[in-house]
C-alpha cells in the first residue's frame, strides 16, 4: 500500500437552509485517504457522514473548501468512483448480467472485454446461478452483491459505501463483510464505508473516522492495528469498541464548539 | 462455496409458475373461465329475445336478425345492397384511422413527455399550456378540425391523434417524475452522462407508466374514431352506424357497434401482450 493520497478534504464546509433553518452539514473537515486504504465513517445521524460520502461521490458540492482526487477537485460523478448505496439502486429492468455491464457498455468498452469482466465479477459475487434474474427476483443480500460487483466490473478506483449492509440480516451482513474485504484484500481497492455500527467499523477498516453532528465534523481519526481477520469478541477488540464508543457519545453534553 | 451460508433466505429466480404441462387440469376446471365469462352475454341475448317477441317491437331487431345481418355484412350473399361484404372495408379504414392517430400520438407524446418529465425548462414553457389545452373534451375539437381539414378522413385522424396524445403525454411525465432519482445517481456515477440518460434510465423506468398511458389512449381511440367519422366521412364503423340510423337499419346499427366492441377489445389484447413480454422485469407486470 503506498501513502499517495487518493482522496483530499481541505477544510470542507457545507451549508444549506432546509425549510427556513440553516443547518450547517459540516463543518472545517480534513481528511486524507491513501490508495488502498479502507476507511469507515462513523457518528449518530445528522453528523454529516453521508454528505461527505457525497460530496467525495460528486453528489453534491461543497460550500467552503475543497474536495480532490489525485489531487484534482472532485466535481461530479465518475467512474472511478464507484457508490454503493444502502437501497441498491439496482436498474430494475436489467438482469443482473445486464446491470454489472452498464457502466462498461456505458463507457464503450470493447465487447469482449465487457464480457469477460461480466462474467468474472458475476463469478466473483457469487451469483452465476442468478446472472440472468432480475433485481426484484433477488434478496437484499444478492442484490447488494450486484451493486458492488456493477461497480468493480466499472474499474473504479474509490468504493464508496453508504451503510450497504444496513438493511440486511445479521447473517448476510456477516457473510457479505468478509466477502467485501476478501475482494479488497485482493484488488487493492480503497474503499470509503459509511456505518452507524461500531462493531462493523472495527471489522472492517484500517481507520475508523468519528464524526459528531451539530455541526458535523470529525471527532477523531482512529488507525485499527488489529491483525485480520479480527475477531469481535477479542479483548483487543472490545478495547478499541470501548473507547470508540466513548468518543462517539462524548459531544452529549458538551457545546458544538 | 461462497454463497451457502446466504442462500438460506433467497427465493427462486424465476417465478414459479403453476405447471400445466406436468399435472393434468381437468378440461372442465380449465374451461371454466371461459364458460363463467360467456353466462352474462347468452343470458343477455336471451333477455333481449324474449324482450322482443314480447313487446313485439319493430324498433329494436332480435339478435337472430342481428346475426343474419352481420353475416350478409361480412361475407353478402342475403340481401346483396351497399353495405353487404362491405365489413372489410370499413373496418380497414376505422383500423388505419384509429392506429394511425394513436401511432403518432405515441410518436409525438412519448418524447414529449420524457423531455416535460425530466428537463425544467420544458416543464415551465410547456407544461401550462397543456395542462389548459388538456380539460377540453375531445369532441369539442370536431368542429374545428373539421373547419381546418375539411370533411373527410383527415378530421376523424386528427381527432383519434388527440384523443391518444393527453393520456400517453401525462402518463409518461408522470413516469419520468416518479423515477427513483437514486437510479440516476446511480447512472451518474457509472459514467451514463447526457442525451444517454434518457435511452438507458428515463425511458426504460418510465416504461410501466408509458404503457398505461398507450392502453388508456388507445381505448380512448376507439371511442373517438365513432365521433370523428359520424360527419361526411365515406368509409368506417362509425359512418356505417350513422348512415345505418339514417336508413333506419337497426341491425347493422348493432353490427357496426359490435365490431368496434370486438375490435377494440382485440387490439387492447395486443397492447397489453406487448406490455406483458416488455415489461417482464417489473414484478406487477410480468405473468
Known amino acids: ?257 | 462455496m461462497k454463497d451457502s451460508a446466504a442462500s438460506v433466505a433467497i427465493p427462486p429466480p424465476i417465478e414459479i409458475r403453476p405447471a400445466a404441462a406436468a399435472t393434468p387440469v381437468p378440461l372442465l376446471t380449465r374451461a371454466g373461465p371461459l364458460l363463467l365469462a360467456l353466462v352474462a352475454p347468452v343470458l343477455f341475448l336471451i333477455l333481449w329475445q324474449l324482450g322482443v317477441a314480447y313487446t313485439k317491437s319493430r324498433l329494436i331487431p332480435p339478435p337472430t336478425e342481428v346475426a343474419v345481418m352481420m353475416w350478409d355484412f361480412a361475407f353478402g350473399g342475403i340481401w346483396d345492397d351497399a353495405f353487404s361484404q362491405t365489413l372489410h372495408i370499413h373496418l380497414m379504414m376505422s383500423v388505419s384511422r384509429v392506429y394511425g392517430g394513436f401511432l403518432l400520438a405515441t410518436g409525438v407524446a412519448v418524447p414529449l413527455g420524457l423531455l416535460i418529465g425530466r428537463v425544467l425548462l420544458a416543464r415551465q414553457m410547456l407544461d401550462p399550456m397543456l395542462q389548459m389545452l388538456r380539460p377540453i373534451p375531445v369532441t369539442a375539437w370536431l368542429p374545428l378540425s373539421m373547419i381546418i381539414f375539411g370533411l373527410g378522413g383527415t378530421s376523424a385522424f386528427s381527432l383519434v391523434f388527440l384523443g391518444a396524445f393527453f393520456p400517453i403525454l401525462l402518463n409518461t411525465v408522470f413516469g419520468v417524475r416518479n423515477v427513483d432519482p437514486k437510479l440516476f445517481e446511480a447512472a451518474a456515477m457509472l459514467g451514463c452522462q447526457g442525451t444517454n440518460i434518457f435511452r438507458r434510465v428515463v425511458l426504460p423506468a418510465a416504461l410501466p407508466s408509458i404503457f398505461t398511458g398507450l392502453r388508456l389512449g388507445h381505448g380512448l381511440a376507439w371511442m373517438v374514431i365513432v365521433v370523428g367519422e359520424m360527419t361526411g366521412v365515406p368509409q368506417g364503423l362509425g359512418a356505417v352506424i350513422m348512415d345505418a340510423r339514417t336508413l333506419s337499419r337497426t341491425d347493422l346499427v348493432i353490427c357496426g357497434m359490435i365490431v368496434i366492441g370486438l375490435a377494440g377489445f382485440l387490439s387492447d389484447k395486443a397492447i397489453t401482450w406487448l406490455s406483458s413480454r416488455m415489461l417482464s422485469w417489473s414484478p406487477q407486470h410480468s405473468r
Open chain 1, 1 to 257: 500500500m503506498s501513502a499517495r493520497p487518493i482522496i483530499e478534504i481541505e477544510h470542507l464546509s457545507k451549508e444549506f437552509e432546509l425549510n427556513g433553518r440553516h443547518i450547517h452539514a459540516l463543518r472545517d473537515v480534513n481528511l486524507t485517504i491513501a490508495k488502498g486504504e479502507f476507511v469507515c465513517l462513523i457518528g449518530a445521524s445528522g453528523c454529516g457522514k453521508s454528505t461527505l460520502l457525497r460530496i467525495m461521490a460528486g453528489f453534491e458540492t461543497a460550500s467552503s473548501g475543497a474536495a480532490k482526487m489525485w489531487g484534482s477537485a472532485i466535481s461530479e460523478p465518475g467512474p472511478d468512483r464507484g457508490m454503493v448505496f444502502q437501497d441498491y439502486a439496482l436498474f430494475p429492468w436489467l438482469s443482473v448480467r445486464d446491470n454489472i455491464a452498464f457502466g462498461p457498455t456505458e463507457r464503450s468498452r470493447p465487447k469482449d472485454e465487457i464480457r469477460g469482466k461480466v462474467e468474472s465479477f458475476i463469478d466473483i459475487v457469487g451469483l452465476r446461478k442468478f446472472a440472468d434474474a432480475y433485481p426484484h427476483q433477488l434478496s437484499g443480500g444478492m442484490k447488494q452483491r450486484v451493486a458492488i460487483a456493477r461497480v468493480l466490473a466499472n474499474d473504479a478506483e474509490v468504493v464508496l459505501m453508504d451503510e450497504p449492509f444496513g438493511a440486511l440480516d445479521a447473517m448476510t451482513r456477516e457473510r457479505l463483510q468478509e466477502e467485501l474485504l476478501d475482494i479488497w484484500q485482493r484488488t487493492g481497492l480503497t474503499v470509503v464505508f459509511v456505518t452507524h455500527s461500531i462493531e462493523e467499523a472495527i471489522y472492517l477498516s484500517d481507520r475508523v473516522v468519528v464524526m459528531t453532528p451539530a455541526p458535523g465534523k470529525i471527532e477523531s481519526d482512529n488507525a485499527v492495528h488489529l491483525a485480520r481477520p479480527r475477531d469481535v469478541s477479542a479483548p483487543d477488540f472490545n478495547e478499541i469498541r470501548r473507547l470508540l464508543a466513548g468518543k462517539l457519545h462524548s459531544h452529549h453534553g458538551r457545546k458544538a464548539a
